[in-house]
């Protein structure tokens, strides 16, 4: 097997040259080839004055194909959607909920996890956060969805998503998972973990621009939930758009009836043209690249005299490191890395750190240098 490139992946990213970018579990970066295919998008619309805009559908098949082979499942499973916020509002805003159902949730989740289960006390449910340490103790029969993240963004917690998922099958309980601070550094099967519905925002290690994003939906959920959005996309008929169906939609079984309407394209190709290369590259050489940094990186925070979770507690092999530095506060560390050109972030009294596979050992030696 050759080597790989890292060095020619990196100068696809522009920024890099002039920043040392940790960070990517806030914003990550976007290579040459993606903003390409927004541009080559964009020039044939002027060339074609948009003549061919039912093939443009045809191509979002085609990405919708490639995202469902990065993740191991059908292409009827993906819908496009603009942000992970969109697909858990579809699912909570879809469940038929009964006074006393419990949702469960673990601490330090993403804000999404909290602010939709808390609107819903209104109806009766019951909002559970727990730590890991007692997650399996907080299940009970009145347990009707489990809401978490496949890595957790303040404090990079990986939860053991098999053991969960087994758990919560056995028990009849809906697994949600919000892959965003992992998918495109962490592989990720579908088949294996078999989540009820699977969020994805594309614009952090997706790379991608804001708005394009996907999420996967069980056929079984499917029977089920109905669609949030309802237009001119939603009966199935919708391709015969010169003599376009007028009444109730007639659904179709596939996960793009819940797309409704017309699709951000450009940004679509632009998340094609990323995960096309990480594919070329290999999911897997991505992920020992990724957790390789992590763990150089918590060498340099240690060195530092940072004091590190992943230290004392199971399930923090990810690739977001989280530090603590005692006498000084996370927020302020971060500004001032950002003075000297390296950022990183902050979140609840952590320091963020967050390499991705176009960052290399010149940006940890930048990091421990600005520490110092």
């Given at each position: 097997m050759m080597a790989t490139d890292w060095a020619g992946i990196r100068a696809e990213f522009p920024s890099l040259t002039e920043w040392t970018y940790l960070n990517t579990a806030t914003f990550g970066q976007m290579p040459r080839r993606a903003a390409q295919a927004v541009?080559?998008?964009?020039?044939?619309?002027?060339?074609?004055?948009c003549s061919d805009i039912m093939r443009w559908f045809?191509?979002?098949?085609?990405?919708?194909?490639?995202?469902?082979?990065f993740i191991h499942c059908?292409?009827?499973?993906?819908?496009?959607?603009?942000?992970?916020s969109a697909g858990l509002s579809l699912l909570l805003g879809g469940i038929d909920w009964k006074t006393g159902d419990q949702i469960v949730t673990l601490k330090d989740e993403f804000p999404n996890h909290y602010y939709y289960p808390s609107h819903l006390r209104g109806a009766g449910v019951e909002f559970v956060v727990t730590p890991w340490e007692t997650f399996h103790d907080s299940l009970t029969a009145?347990?009707?969805?489990?809401?978490?993240s496949t890595?957790?963004?303040?404090?990079?917690f990986r939860p053991p998503l098999g053991e969960i998922s087994e758990t919560l099958r056995r028990r009849g309980i809906m697994l949600y998972l919000d892959g965003t601070q992992s998918l495109g550094a962490l592989p990720f099967d579908v088949s294996q973990i078999?989540?009820?519905?699977?969020?994805?925002?594309?614009?952090?290690?997706?790379?991608?621009?804001?708005?394009?994003?996907f999420m996967y939906v069980s056929p079984e959920l499917r029977e089920r939930l109905a669609p949030a959005v309802i237009g001119w996309r939603?009966?199935?008929?919708?391709?015969?758009h010169e003599n376009l169906h007028h009444g109730a939609p007639r659904f179709a079984s596939e996960a793009e009836k819940y797309e409704g309407g017309m699709l951000p394209f450009a940004l679509l190709y632009a998340m094609d043209a990323v995960i096309e290369m990480i594919e070329t590259i290999g999911q897997r050489q991505i992920e020992q690249r990724v957790l390789d940094l992590a763990a150089k990186t918590r060498d340099v925070l240690r060195a530092a005299g940072a004091v590190l979770s992943a230290d004392s507690n199971p399930h923090f092999d990810s690739q977001?490191?989280?530090a603590r530095f005692a006498g000084r506060e996370a927020p302020a560390i971060a500004r001032q890395l950002e003075s000297r050109k390296v950022l990183v972030a902050a979140r609840h009294g952590n320091l963020r750190v967050s390499p991705h596979f176009y960052n290399d050992e010149t940006d940890l030696a930048h990091l421990a240098e600005a520490l110092a």
């Open positions: 541009a080559r998008h964009f020039a044939a619309r002027d060339e074609r004055a045809d191509d979002a098949d085609g990405i919708r194909a490639r995202v469902a082979a059908q292409a009827s499973d993906i819908a496009f959607i603009h942000n992970a009145r347990t009707r969805l489990v809401a978490i890595v957790n963004y303040s404090t990079g078999r989540p009820d519905l699977l969020a994805v925002d594309a614009y952090k290690w997706l790379l991608s621009p804001n708005g394009a994003g939603s009966d199935r008929d919708w391709r015969n977001i490191v989280t």
